[in-house]
């Protein structure tokens, strides 16, 4: 089916768990970093997205942004691609991502994403 909704665990073992999506096909929830993100500063943070409707594309594209809640830097990365059913049922995602930190002026911005 495809459905976004439930708990999603990466190969970094982070985790992503996403509430149902609205008659919109939006969903919200959290992001949590695994041990692979070596930030100990890192908290669960809120994620929010949408993915196309499953009753129209089998295999969906979707997009998530999530905005880190750190201690000590503003952070904000996007998620965009895809869900894949394989030949077992089994679910998959398959994602491109950017990272976007604050930058200090616009001579910083080129190492900001």
Do not use: I
């Amino acid at each position: 089916q495809c459905l976004l909704s439930g708990s999603w665990r990466s190969d970094t073992g982070c985790r992503m768990v996403v509430s149902a999506l609205d008659k919109d096909n939006r969903f919200s929830g959290f992001y949590l970093p695994g041990p692979a993100a070596g930030d100990s500063e890192l908290l669960t943070s809120p994620l929010e997205g949408s993915q196309q409707d499953t009753r129209l594309v089998p295999q969906p594209t979707f997009y998530f942004t999530v905005s880190w809640r750190l201690r000590e830097a503003a952070r904000t990365t996007v998620f965009l691609g895809q869900c894949y059913v394989g030949t077992n049922g089994e679910e998959t995602l398959h994602a491109l991502w950017l990272l976007r930190k604050v930058a200090d002026s616009p001579d910083e911005d080129w190492k900001a994403t």
